[in-house]
């Protein structure tokens, strides 16, 4: 994946969850993560136009304050 120019070996497990998609609410998503039993250290938001994903991510930083939150650019998606 390329993020902001730099390119990034995503060591990860991938994981499915069923009902939920990328036109999900805010506030669903955002509900979602704080019901999760392990809260994730990382963030990183790929989906909507900037303003959406900056609002976004200052939601997550406010719920997560020791996370690393970053809303992607689009042209930096790897896409």
């Known amino acids: 994946m390329t993020i902001e120019q730099q390119r990034i070996d995503i060591k990860a497990g991938v994981h499915t969850f069923s009902g939920y ?3 999900a609410a805010q ?3 955002i509900n979602f993560v704080k019901r ?3 809260k994730p250290e990382h963030i990183r938001i790929d989906y909507g136009d ?3 994903r900056q609002a976004f991510a200052a939601c997550y930083r406010e719920l997560l304050s ?3 939150v ?3 650019k689009y042209h ?3 896409r």
Do not use: I
Request: charged share 30%.
């Open 21 to 23: 998609s990328p036109h």
């Open 27 to 29: 506030k669903d998503m």
């Open 36 to 38: 999760m039993c392990y």
């Open 50 to 52: 900037e303003v959406a």
């Open 66 to 68: 020791y996370c690393e």
């Open 70 to 72: 970053v809303a992607v």
């Open 76 to 78: 930096d998606k790897g």
